[in-house]
């Protein structure tokens, strides 16, 4: 299993660990320092408040983590550990952090003629051991997750907050707004968390569309909402404002992931990106040709494209949950061919499902959309042009016929992915603006940084993050924790009644064949080939029964199923024959996924005879 970085791999010992308070006090503080560090100085201030105020309701303890290439910080650690008593400890740990300004050599013979040690030397046996304890804490820090110093644990988990004393003491007094952040933190961070929420608002719109209530939720949905601006207004039903705006927000999340996959992500190069693509482009072209096949000539024809897209939420939540079973490559792969899928999807949607185009606000949305890269080409790095655009760009497209969703991808396709930042020459430009200003605290007149430096400091932010990626981070959990759940409140609703399911059997077979038989067909047919023909190679990571998982993985077809079918079916119950069918593939998919990937197992590059196959691997 993967360790949970934000856990504290080793439980704190009495026998092992350095330790301030009684054993059986409710709060467990654990600090991973560093005696050479400047900010582990800052925060012992802190944490000697923090204790007076809380007294014996906390326990602290204190673990070495010595700057990466110190020699002064590892030999300091080393030091105190040769200290003979706990009392000796802890005297030569305050000197160590409060003794100057910052650690010298000085300190380290100073603590030494208290502990009666030789710094340099010291007794041999003595020295070995203390060697081996620090060892111990390095590499309980690295289970840990730490990354740099200090970094704190509260209770066993990793505290993220500001180290002031008021901040510390609400998160291990354990306050109500500090539980409810820490427990919606941790669900968000839990990579199954937006498949799981996807399928208990699926569920609940379901079981409200069976029950007496389900004249009332249908009646919410169809509800008109209207924007006014003086004589000219905007009205869309609330089902309409979720599938045509608020769903703009998730294809911007998914145009953001494909720009940022094609610049700098899996798909940047040839070699990587080759398998991904050929198995997704099986993926989709498989079960549309299945549908037309089986469905006849008529209406119903128009929904051949239901069953070509992947949920990618599902898919990634199963995989997720399937931990150590699922390689790393594997999971690369199938993001991967997730994002061809929707890229396909995204077009698809642009070709074949349009209404009727109006020119003038075609028109329109061309100049917002050559607007938008003029700022793109102009180096406009800050979001809101961006955004202010996009909205005007979202009008137009939906005043033109097309759907306005497809507004979210053009403004994801226009917004700045820069190449990663030099990260090293950006943190020694913050380190002396940080040092200048902790050289100016004691000023007379003086409140805290400065805003030059605050700006400065606002300034390397920004370039560390690319305004795709900034964008990102910031609208992500908007669409997965919002936008989603709500659209599938609003859309997976169906009734389960004799009327949906009677003379709807081949449009309920053709969508079931397409996605659980024609899209993992499709994901390694076109992949084997691909490999056989030398246009990809397939990693060493992962097995072709794993491939095939993944391949059944990808039958999970929800969101854009699901809108699609709505696009493509004009009768409610067409559409809601459609649901029970991509619900019921979508479950056995996912069955023959986790079927295929539970167990364990090494690579077999022999299966399917393609051992032989011409590598393009580069020597």
């Known amino acids: 299993m993967h360790a949970d970085n934000t856990r504290l791999a080793r439980p704190v010992n009495e026998h092992e660990d350095h330790i301030l308070g009684p054993k059986r006090a409710p709060i467990t503080l654990v600090e991973y320092g560093s005696y050479d560090c400047p900010h582990c100085r800052a925060a012992h201030e802190r944490i000697a408040a923090v204790r007076t105020r809380l007294g014996n309701r906390l326990r602290y303890v204190f673990r070495h983590r010595p700057i990466p290439g110190s020699d002064l910080a590892q030999r300091a650690a080393e030091l105190v550990e040769m200290a003979p008593t706990p009392e000796q400890f802890w005297k030569a740990h305050?000197?160590?952090m409060t003794?100057?300004?910052?650690?010298?050599?000085?300190?380290?013979h100073y603590v030494a003629a208290q502990l009666g040690v030789d710094a340099a030397t010291g007794h041999s046996e003595m020295r070995a051991a203390a060697k081996a304890r620090v060892a111990r804490d390095v590499e309980s820090a690295t289970a840990s997750g730490?990354?740099?110093t200090p970094t704190f644990f509260i209770n066993g988990r990793r505290y993220d907050g500001a180290w002031d004393e008021s901040s510390f003491a609400d998160a291990m007094l354990g306050t109500l707004g500090y539980k409810v952040r820490v427990a919606a933190l941790s669900f968000a961070a839990w990579a199954p968390s937006t498949g799981i929420l996807l399928l208990v608002a699926t569920l609940l719109a379901v079981v409200i569309s069976n029950s007496p209530f389900a004249s009332s939720f249908e009646a919410l949905w169809r509800t008109p909402f209207q924007l006014a601006f003086g004589n000219a207004a905007f009205e869309l039903t609330l089902r309409e404002w979720i599938d045509d705006a608020l769903l703009s927000v998730f294809f911007l999340v998914v145009g953001l992931e494909i720009k940022r996959e094609l610049t700098v992500g899996h798909l940047a190069s040839r070699a990587s990106a080759a398998l991904p693509i050929a198995a997704a482009i099986g993926g989709m072209a498989l079960p549309a040709l299945l549908y037309v096949l089986v469905v006849p000539s008529g209406p119903w024809t128009h929904g051949w494209a239901v069953p070509m897209s992947t949920d990618t939420a599902f898919a990634i939540a199963l995989i997720a949950m399937l931990g150590h079973r699922v390689p790393v490559e594997l999971r690369i792969f199938l993001t991967a061919a997730a994002i061809v899928d929707d890229i396909g999807a995204i077009l698809v949607v642009a070709l074949f499902y349009a209404e009727g185009v109006e020119l003038r606000w075609l028109v329109a949305?061309?100049?917002?959309?050559?607007?938008l890269v003029m700022l793109n080409r102009s180096g406009v790095y800050r979001v809101f042009p961006y955004f202010a655009v996009g909205i005007a760009l979202w009008a137009s497209v939906h005043a033109a016929g097309l759907h306005a969703t497809l507004a979210g991808v053009i403004l994801a396709a226009c917004i700045p992915a820069r190449p990663p930042a030099d990260y090293a020459t950006l943190a020694r430009q913050a380190d002396a603006i940080l040092t200048d200003e902790a050289r100016r605290q004691e000023e007379q007149l003086r409140h805290g940084p400065s805003e030059p430096a605050l700006r400065a400091l606002d300034a390397i932010n920004d370039r560390l993050m690319s305004p795709n990626e900034r964008l990102l981070r910031t609208v992500f959990p908007q669409s997965s924790f919002i936008v989603l759940p709500i659209f599938a409140l609003a859309n997976a609703g169906v009734e389960m009644t004799s009327e949906v399911l009677a003379g709807h059997g081949a449009l309920i077979l053709a969508i079931s064949l397409g996605l659980v038989v024609g899209k993992p067909l499709g994901f390694l047919a076109a992949a084997a080939l691909a490999v056989r023909l030398g246009v990809a190679e397939?990693?060493?990571g992962y097995s072709w029964r794993q491939l095939a998982g993944a391949g059944a993985l990808a039958g999970i077809g929800f969101t854009m199923a699901l809108f699609i079918a709505g696009q493509a079916y004009?009768?409610?119950?067409?559409?809601a024959a459609a649901k029970i069918a991509v619900f019921a593939a979508s479950s056995v998919s996912a069955a023959i996924g986790i079927a295929l990937l539970w167990k364990l197992e090494a690579a077999e590059p022999v299966e399917l005879g393609l051992d032989s196959a011409p590598s393009t691997r580069s020597s």
């Open 538 to 540: 397939k990693p060493e």
């Open 99 to 108: 003794r100057s300004e910052s650690l010298t050599e000085d300190d380290l």
């Open 365 to 371: 949305a061309a100049l917002f959309t050559v607007l």
């Open 146 to 148: 730490v990354k740099f």
């Open 94 to 96: 305050v000197a160590l």
């Open 570 to 575: 004009a009768l409610e119950t067409e559409f």
